[in-house]
């Protein structure tokens, strides 16, 4: 975040996959804590872009990158969530697919963190 403050983000993974849905296994349930988090790291990702818009330092790259992460993660989760319910149903698409954008935010977070 902009002007030294802590860093906040959860530290998930960085692949768009996550290793779980390649062999189709699933670790644990999701918590609400693991949706606290990821809000956490939502608001981190956007205060972290609008400061650095604010103060004239989002590069190009960034901006054009902000975009394409975004439709990245739109169509893993579809992937992801496709395949979880042709394996193994509603609920294990619906983990699959939360995981796939917690998984591009914690990303962000730590990316958007360290570049400061």
Same mark, same amino acid.
């Given at each position: ?19 779980? &849905? ?12 693991? &949706?606290?988090? &990821? ?78």
């Amino acid at each position: 975040m902009h002007g030294g403050a802590a860093h906040l983000c959860s530290g998930i993974g960085t692949n768009g996959l996550s290793r779980r &849905f390649v062999f189709g296994l699933i670790q644990r349930k999701l918590t609400v804590f693991d &949706f606290l988090q &990821f809000g956490l790291d939502v608001q981190q990702v956007m205060t972290n872009r609008i400061f650095r818009m604010m103060a004239g330092e989002l590069s190009p790259r960034e901006v054009r990158r902000m975009i394409t992460e975004k439709q990245a993660a739109y169509s893993h989760a579809h992937i992801a969530g496709a395949y979880a319910l042709l394996t193994g149903g509603p609920v294990e698409a619906g983990r699959e697919m939360i995981k796939v954008y917690q998984t591009a935010v914690s990303a962000n977070c730590a990316r958007l963190s360290k570049a400061r």
